[in-house]
C-alpha cells in the first residue's frame, strides 16, 4: 500500500507548518481520516518512527481522529453508516450522499519553542 | 521550553493534486483528451487499450502511457497496436502519482496527440487516492474477479466516469450476479456509464469506442477529430 508515501506528505506537511511558526521541534501530530479513506493508522505509524528520524519531528506522536462515515439517502431521507448497507436500508433507493468519511488532512502540530533566553543558556 | 498548538488544516494529498493540476492545465493547453484507466491485475486493461488502439488508431491520434511495477510488456503491446507508448516503473510503487506522469508527458510530443490513455498500476485501492490530472477515469471490472468488488473497494468505484465490465463471455461459467454487481457501482456512483464488454470475442466493444469518441469530440480541444 501506499502509506510510506502518505507518510511523507505528512511529514512534509507538518515540517513546513514548524519551521513557519519557528518550531525547534514537533512533538504532536493531529490527523483526521474518514472512515471510507483506505489509511491504516498502524503502518502510517510505523512509517512515522522511521522517516522522523533526525528530523524536529523526531519522537512525536501521531494522533489519529476517525471521522465515521455517514451517509444520506436522497429519495427518503434516511441517514445511515455504510456499515449497515450501501444501499438505502430503508427504502432501497442507490441514490445516496456520502456526507463523512472521506476526510483525509492534517489538522493541526503541537510543537515546542525555545525562547531566546532559554536558546542562550543550552 | 514552551509548548504551542499551530493550526495546520493541510489536505494530505495536497502536494499531488497541485501537480495533477498542473498536468491538466498542459494537456487542455495542448489539446489532449486524457484518460486514466484503473482495474485491480488482470482486469483486462492492456487488453482494452490494444482493442482502443487498434479501431481508433485511423481517426485519432493516440499515446498509452503505462504504469507497472516493473517491465515494460504493457507499453510494449499498445506500441505494437499502433499507440506512440512510454513505460512508467514505479519500482514497487501501488500507484501511479501526478509527478510520475509528469515526467511520462515529458516525453511525448502532446502537440501531435488527440487521445492520451494512462494505464495506472494494477490495484483496485491506491491509485483512487492519487489524481493524475487526467480529463476522465475509467475502471475496468472483468467478470472473474466477483460481482462484489463494488462493495468491498468502493473508493475505486466513486469518481471514474465510465465502467467497462471485461470478459462477459465468461458469464456463463462464472458466478457473477450482474444486477447485484450494478447495483453496488450505482449506489456508489449514480448514472454511472456502464458498458460490459468481451475484448475476447469483440462483444460490446462499438459501444465502448463509440463513448471515447464522444468523449473526445464533447471534450478534446483545439483538435478536429479525423473521420476515416
Not at chain 2, 494494477?122 to 480529463?135: D, I
Amino acid at each position: 500500500m501506499h502509506e510510506l508515501s502518505v507518510t511523507e506528505s505528512i511529514l512534509e506537511i507538518a515540517l513546513r507548518h514548524g519551521r513557519k511558526a519557528g518550531a525547534a521541534a514537533i512533538t504532536d501530530v493531529f490527523l483526521v481520516i474518514g472512515e471510507l479513506s483506505t489509511i491504516v493508522d498502524e503502518s502510517v505509524q510505523f512509517y512515522w518512527d522511521m522517516i522522523t528520524e533526525d528530523t524536529p519531528a523526531a519522537g512525536s506522536r501521531l494522533h489519529f481522529q476517525r471521522i465515521p462515515g455517514r451517509l444520506s439517502c436522497r429519495t427518503c431521507g434516511y441517514s445511515y453508516s455504510p456499515r449497515e448497507d450501501l444501499p438505502c436500508p430503508a427504502c432501497g433507493s442507490i441514490d445516496i450522499d456520502i456526507l463523512a468519511g472521506e476526510e483525509f488532512y492534517l489538522e493541526a502540530i503541537e510543537i515546542a519553542e525555545t525562547r531566546e533566553t532559554e536558546k542562550q543558556t543550552t | 521550553m514552551i509548548t504551542e498548538r499551530v493550526p495546520v488544516v493541510e489536505k494530505i494529498f495536497g502536494a499531488n493534486d497541485r501537480l495533477a493540476a498542473d498536468n491538466h492545465a498542459r494537456l487542455e493547453a495542448a489539446g489532449v483528451f486524457s484518460l486514466n484507466f484503473m482495474a485491480s491485475p488482470g482486469a483486462g486493461k492492456t487488453s482494452l487499450i490494444e482493442q482502443t488502439v487498434r479501431h481508433l488508431s485511423g481517426q485519432l491520434r493516440l499515446a498509452v502511457v503505462d504504469g507497472d511495477i516493473a517491465t515494460s510488456l504493457d507499453a510494449d503491446r499498445a506500441a505494437a497496436a499502433g499507440a506512440v507508448a512510454v513505460q512508467i516503473n514505479t519500482g514497487g510503487d501501488c500507484h501511479l502519482d501526478a509527478a510520475m506522469l509528469q515526467s511520462a508527458l515529458d516525453e511525448l510530443d502532446l502537440s501531435v496527440i488527440d487521445l492520451l490513455i494512462v494505464e495506472n498500476v494494477g490495484n483496485l485501492v491506491c491509485p483512487a487516492n492519487f489524481s493524475l490530472g487526467t480529463h476522465k477515469s475509467v475502471l475496468v471490472a472483468s467478470v472473474p474477479e466477483g460481482d462484489d468488488k463494488p462493495y468491498k473497494y468502493p473508493g475505486a468505484y466513486r469518481g471514474v466516469q465510465a465502467l467497462v465490465i471485461n470478459k462477459i463471455d465468461l458469464l456463463p461459467y462464472v458466478n457473477f450476479d450482474m444486477e447485484y454487481f450494478q447495483r453496488g457501482a450505482s449506489a456508489l456512483n449514480p448514472g454511472l456509464a456502464t458498458i460490459p464488454v468481451s475484448c475476447r470475442t469483440g462483444d460490446g466493444l462499438d459501444a465502448w469506442l463509440e463513448w471515447v469518441v464522444e468523449q473526445v469530440s464533447t471534450n478534446g480541444r483545439g483538435h478536429e477529430i479525423r473521420r476515416i
